[in-house]
């Protein structure tokens, strides 16, 4: 079982940068593979960005050079750094973990967190 809690989120004018955080709980943390998702109102779930268990990092075409994702296996924590922010970019964003990366990308199965809220002004 890997709980996962996201924070970080906030209100920023476009332009702008904030950091998320996402914290797993329990010890097999470094041999799982982290996704960043998000959905805007009344829009579907997106994928944003990904990185493996073997710290390969992948990203969505809309956000490529302008989010980073990171690990850190031994504070159980992944980040999605993001810079130059647009106002499409406004929607929840929610933390991932699954050990099979095509799952993963997917969003089928796996875990999630509750979500943290990004909006981003004009």
């Known amino acids: 079982q890997v709980q996962l809690v996201e924070s970080g989120g906030g209100l920023v004018q476009a332009g702008g940068s904030l950091r998320l955080s996402c914290a797993a709980s329990g010890r097999i943390f470094s041999s799982y593979n982290m996704g960043w998702f998000r959905q805007a109102p009344g829009k579907e779930r997106e994928f944003v960005a990904a990185?493996?268990?073997?710290?390969?990092?992948y990203y969505a075409d809309s956000v490529k050079g302008r989010f980073a994702i990171s690990r850190d296996n031994a504070k159980n924590t992944v980040y999605l750094q993001m810079n130059s922010l647009k106002p499409e970019d406004t929607a929840v964003y929610y933390c991932?973990?699954?050990?099979?990366?095509?799952?993963?990308?997917?969003?089928?199965?796996?875990?999630w967190g509750q979500g943290t809220q990004v909006a981003v002004s004009s």
């Open positions: 991932a973990a699954d050990p099979r990366w095509p799952n993963l990308l997917r969003a089928a199965g796996g875990y």
């Open positions: 990185i493996s268990w073997s710290d390969s990092p």
